[in-house]
């Protein structure tokens, strides 16, 4: 790569709104420089827009470092792009070259639709949460200690594992069935996992595969695309768990 | 219990066990196949047993074509649900980065192997039919032909390169299914990651071992008659 | 108006306690007939917005991200303090309560702070019932690490991912609340104005950021929990989002806005690489607990090193310059984040700064690798292990405690952290000041509540390390629970608050106004331009250091920025729709004011303590010499400013501080 920096050709989906139709259009940047990150290389581009009095393409982001789970791009065929254990916001320009030609695209699920550009609405992931992510405890302060009862560290870092998804759609984008049994999973795991969470634990993954039927994801075919696009690297251990968990809780 | 199967997860359970259910009777039926090579005559035994038998006619046998229909209505029924989840397509999605093609085109393998059952239907089970229920000759004999009429049968369904071309071709169909199949079906019912290793490996050799053995049943009559 | 911080009488160990027993409280029956709005849903507003649903009242909580759980609490990655004593070294209540006021150089209400430390064990008890997966040792008890500026171990953690587990744990328990139906969530809105009725706040104008379309929403109390104003430097490490749009309005409503330029510097961020940044990465202070920071003690080593002729793993233990152990041997790698942030610029000003820019110093943790694969060889038996060994040993444990923060080194900057040292330098980090709370956490605006980080309370002039998350989970869960209900008891009859009334036709009108202005006007630059340009002022005047002259240019510079800004931003786009470049101008514009503010505030105090430090105010000799020099004689007190129209016009309120419990002193960790 020279010293000046690449030049690329992006290819995004613009979309006016949610009721508009959307489409292809091709941009191109210049001087991008491999450090970038692949966020810092649409500002470029917006900035870019903006100049020309065009309208910025629109993205979802925020904390850009990984962590919040809003970014959620669609990129040469991948979530988050060619990298592995990413967002789209750690994904940096030094896995492209000099003339590439980079598609992307919105997340795409017909429980995600389009708001505008690249943003879509995951509050779905919010209801199936509201249907039973929680363990029914008053924040009163007046709890046991938090040492009376000691759980396993192997079920203390496995719950974590599986707490460390970041709600960010990755598995749902990847999926070819568009399933959110990964993040669902991911949920129920965490709490299947710990005592605190056993009291509820038929009612939770009764309820919270419910509302991800209802919000119309697919069903699951175990192509395990999920894990391996997940930013997090949740495992499909998680389904699998889920999967028991429901069985358990209907016999 | 009912809910459970109208549920997504319910429905990939009851995929996986019918998916096991077929599986099983996969290893008898080649199990049975592969006497044809070694012994013609028990062949011919077990498969008059098998053609006669009041409990596997009566009971097995429907089972066996519920557990078939019911696994390629399902996978299509799924399959429709899922393209609808879907919503607009993506314009370029390279899937090969982080799954199999086997994975992702169950319903393609799925299609071919029912396109062949359909001819293994033709070729074989709808003459028996015909034989014992329309035509009432329960003998399993023919005339012509020394002793039972299966081992003959079943050579002679091997004759055409064809015939013999097609089966080839479905059983490396049923080969890329299972490759992927064999595992879901256990992840479907929660098997543990603990014994996953064990089970990919047990499910490689199933996949690839089984409809090897197929060919090279349809093969060696090919070649030897 | 005369500031009464309304702190309660009595020795300091039972204030809460007594003032909680006399406290008004609200009926069951009668909560359900009040509403309460919640701006911002992080650690504070996540916890107070479940909190009170809880407890009854109907709660309206609103975030700009897409989803509550998104809030910038996620990305806190050390941990969460509290005086649990679980390891035995020490620690109590007290000694919480010392270490956070000491921490914050002696700049904070003590009472609030002791009432933080009193709390701040049940956060660890209610978390751990919510099913937050804290780090366990062997024995399935709760693991402790140390953090800085302290000297026993009292930080509960889950890997680098605390702020994302407790931050989970209140969008759980507001989950459960909303299921009920008693949290209203607003999602994708933004909080653009207060709406004030007869002196006390009754309402919110918010954006649907979707629609674009503006909504009145009214409730017998707000509350503001909507995070600090670091992006004021657009470099941060702050989301991208984050803004101080509701803060600062309150504040022009008659909020006062406290301590502005109490900002807090973090000493451990991936350094910068080159213009096109749009943030800055924290690593977590406990890297600090393993990770050893030098730079190259000879010139020519850092030249070579930049020149990429010497790598710094070529230099021997004498060709380095371990400078915090150097120059505080007490505390060594683990001072405060303000000392070891300035120790920083220190070493880069005189030139040490190992990158190409000039400014990275080292983290190494090739030491922790060593010292933990030698511990991990004599647990397991091997005699006399390869040296190689010892690294796989003594890696695998750093990974365990790391991992996830090496991962994101590695992916942002390109190089294995466990093969050369990391490199770091400051950034900003978190604001210690904010709108001006009293005990109760009102603000000077009845019924308006500010908590968190948004608020000036608990961390003086500088914060500890993994104090944040125990404060917005104070706020939100133990303090302002009860401390709304003395408010709002006497709400009861007031009935549902219309919206259709002159005060939010007025409000509503300001936002509508201010919208569309931007969308119509036909300016040149982005605000993109106004923001870097703002940030950079900020940082080089407002910075590590300040002095009288940059505070003076500051101020008149943010105000000349301020001007263009309303002549020539361009914002595309229209009103009516989703647009995230006028989402960004109507953030930058209240930037532009309050730094102004911020430079004026420090500008007035004239001493160096905490997170701010004034060049005129140094220890001139003796073994401090150097250090900053606090003047508790003429600067103890709170610096509460008003709004009177342009941010140089605020009016000073002082709210002097009163030490009864601890003596002031000057802060050592040499």
Known sequence: MSEKGMNLTLRIWRQKDSNAKGQMVDYKVTEISEHMSFLEMMDVLNEQLVAKGEEPVAFDHDCREGICGMCSMYINGEAHGPDRGVTTCQLHMRMFKDGDTITIEPFRAAAFPVIKDLVVDRTSFDRIQHAGGYISVNTSGNTQDANALPISKHAADEAMDAATCIGCGACVATCKNSSAMLFVGAKVSQYALLPQGQVEAADRVKNMVAQMDLEGFGNCTNTGACEIECPKGISLENIARMNRELMKANI | MGGFFKSSIGRKVAMALSAFFLMVFLLQHFAINLLSVFNPDLFNEVSHFMGTNPLVQFALQPVLIFGVVFHFIMGFVLEIKNKKAQGVAYVKNNGAANSTWMSRNMIWSGAAILAFIVLHFIDFWIPEINTKYIQGDWSGTLEGVEGFRYYEELTHKFVSPIRVGAYVLAFVFLALHLLHGFTSAFQSVGATAGRKKTLQNIGKAYSIIIPLGFIFIALYHHFNH | ?670
Request: with cysteine; net charge negative; glycine share 10%.
């Open chain 3, 1 to 670: 108006m005369a500031l009464n911080s309304k702190v309660p009488q009595g020795p300091i160990k039972d204030k809460w306690t007594t003032y909680k027993d006399k406290i008004d409280l609200v009926n069951p029956a009668n909560k359900r007939l009040i509403d309460v709005i919640v701006v911002g849903t992080g650690l504070a507003g996540g916890s107070a917005a479940a909190t009170l649903a809880e407890l009854g009242y109907n709660v309206k909580a609103f975030c700009y991200q897409d989803s509550p759980r998104r809030a910038h609490s996620i990305a806190a990655q050390g941990g969460i303090n509290a005086a649990k004593n679980y390891q035995g070294d020490g620690d109590s209540t007290y000694r919480l309560f010392y270490d956070t006021v000491k921490g914050g150089d002696y700049r904070s209400r003590e009472a609030n702070v002791y009432r933080l430390a009193e709390v701040s064990a049940n956060i660890i008890d209610q978390c751990v019932a919510q099913g937050v997966p804290f780090a366990r040792d062997y024995g399935g008890l709760l693991d402790n690490r140390s953090f800085g500026g302290v000297l026993v171990s009292r930080t509960f953690y889950a890997k680098g991912q605390t702020g994302q587990q407790l931050l989970l744990g209140a969008y759980s328990a507001m989950n459960r609340q909303i299921a009920r139906g008693k949290i209203e969530m607003f999602n994708r809105h933004e909080m653009l104005d207060v709406v004030k009725v007869d002196g006390k706040a009754r309402g919110i104008i918010a954006r649907n950021l979707i629609t674009g379309e503006i909504e009145r929403h009214s409730a017998h109390a707000v509350v503001i929990a909507s995070g600090g104003y670091g992006n004021v430097y657009f470099l941060s490490t702050n989301a991208m989002g984050s803004n101080a749009t509701a803060a600062w309005k309150i504040h022009k409503k008659g909020a006062y806005f406290a301590n502005p330029c109490y900002t807090q510097i973090h000493p451990t961020c991936i350094p910068r690489s080159g213009d096109y940044q749009s943030k800055l990465t924290l690593m977590s202070e406990s890297l600090r607990n393993d990770g050893r920071i030098w730079v190259p003690k000879n010139m020519e080593d850092v030249i070579a090193i930049r020149e990429g002729k010497k790598k710094p793993t070529d230099l021997s233990e004498d060709e380095r310059d371990y400078y915090l152990e150097r120059r505080y041997p007490a505390f060594g790698n683990l001072v405060p984040r303000d000392v070891a942030s300035r120790a920083a610029k220190e070493r880069c000003d005189a030139g040490y700064g190992v990158n190409a820019t000039g400014e990275a110093v080292y983290l190494d943790f090739a030491s922790a690798i060593e010292r933990y694969g030698k511990e991990q060889a004599k647990i397991h038996n091997i005699e006399n292990p390869s040296k190689q060994k010892i690294y796989d040993l003594g890696k695998a444990i750093v990974e365990a405690k790391y991992g996830n923060l090496f991962q994101m080194y590695e992916k942002i900057v390109d190089e294995n952290p466990y093969e050369t040292p990391m490199m770091i330098y400051p950034a900003t980090h978190y604001t210690m000041g904010g709108v001006w709370v009293d005990y109760n956490l009102m603000t000077t605006v009845d019924g308006l509540y500010c908590i968190g980080e948004a608020n000036f309370s608990d961390h003086g002039a500088n914060r500890l390390g993994a104090s944040a998350l125990m404060q917005g989970l104070a706020d939100g869960y133990f303090v302002l629970p009860y401390t709304i209900g003395d408010y709002l008891a006497d709400e009861i009859r007031t009935g549902k608050i219309p919206t259709n009334t002159p005060e939010f036709d007025e409000a509503e009108k300001e936002v509508k106004d201010r919208i569309d202005f931007f969308v119509n006007n036909q300016g040149t630059n982005s605000v993109d331009y106004y923001h870097k340009k703002l940030g950079k002022i900020m940082w080089d005047k407002c910075g590590m250091s300040r002095n009288e002259q940059g505070l003076k240019e500051a101020m008149a510079e943010i105000k000349a920025l301020r001007e263009d800004f309303w002549k020539n931003v361009k914002v595309p786009g229209t009103a009516n729709e989703m647009n995230p470049e006028l989402e960004k101008a109507g953030r930058v514009a209240d930037f532009l004011e309050l730094g102004e503010l911020f430079a004026k505030d420090a500008l007035s105090r004239n001493e160096s303590c905490g997170g701010h430090f004034r060049e005129e105010s140094v220890e001139l000799d003796g073994e401090q010499k150097g250090e900053a020099k606090r003047n508790d004689k003429e600067y103890a007190y709170v610096a509460a400013w008003e709004y009177k129209g342009e941010p140089a016009d605020a009016v000073l309120h002082k709210e002097e501080l009163e030490f009864n419990d601890i003596e002031l002193k000057q802060r050592s960790y040499k």
